[in-house]
């Protein structure tokens, strides 16, 4: 029962920055947004993560619209080892259930030559 | 090492066998959390650990499956008298504290029932 909605593939040229949206409109206050990605044969990777804000960090930025019922994670200059399922996902802070990670299907990001 | 690690990496057994499949997290990290991903499928949920104790084990698809944690170190999760559908990557992860932060993921342990 995720409570996004993520295209379910996008293809992006190396070097270009990569714009992956995520629908999340049943959002509530004191829900987060996070981002995680999975290479093929690896466990998932932490990306980013924000509330309301928009963030930066050394992997990537987190666009988080004024109403939070939608976000985009940009990859400024997308690499070949970059291609990976991307999965947005809407979590409480703390408390009830929130130690589960609920991961839907993601967007696979394929970065071509 | 810096990251979450799983040993062993890959797993065959024979249907019936136990298994025994250890986590080691990241130092300092007091959270612990064991999840499963099927070929072509999500991650699913198992157990999950604060310090040694664990306190929603409802995630766990049997009574054939275990888990347990030794402080806030190693944590082994046991599969008795496995099954095919038990094939799949035994993924674990840790984070600073359970309700707050970024989890970690190890590598996983793939596990394959014949």
């Known amino acids: 029962d995720a409570k996004t909605t993520q295209p379910t593939s996008m293809d992006c040229a190396e070097g270009r920055a990569a714009n992956l949206p995520c629908n999340h409109s049943?959002?509530?206050?004191?829900?987060?947004v996070y981002w995680y990605r999975q290479i093929h044969s690896q466990g998932p990777q932490y990306i980013i993560h924000?509330?309301?804000n928009n963030e930066t960090n050394e992997m990537a930025s987190l666009i988080i619209t004024e109403d939070r019922k939608s976000s985009t994670l940009i990859l400024p200059h997308a690499t070949l080892r970059d291609t990976a399922v991307y999965y947005c996902i809407v979590r409480e802070e703390s408390g009830g259930s929130n130690y589960k990670l609920t991961f839907g299907k993601g967007t696979l990001l394929t970065v071509n030559p | 090492g810096a990251g979450v690690s799983q040993s062993p990496s890959n797993k065959v057994t024979e249907k019936g066998k136990d298994v025994e499949l250890r986590c080691d997290p990241i130092s300092g990290h007091t959270a612990l959390y064991w999840y499963r991903q099927r070929l072509g499928q999500g991650l699913e949920f198992l157990i999950y650990f604060q310090g040694n104790s664990a306190p929603d084990k409802s995630g766990l698809p049997s009574d054939r499956f275990s888990a347990e944690r030794t402080g806030e170190s190693v944590s082994t999760l046991t599969i008795q008298r496995t099954q095919q559908e038990d094939s799949a990557v035994y993924l674990c992860?840790?984070?600073?504290?359970?309700?707050?932060?970024?989890?970690?993921f190890g590598p996983g342990t793939r596990l394959t029932v014949t």
């Open positions: 992860a840790s984070s600073l504290v359970v309700d707050r932060g970024e989890q970690y």
């Open positions: 924000g509330l309301k």
């Open positions: 049943t959002i509530s206050g004191n829900e987060y």
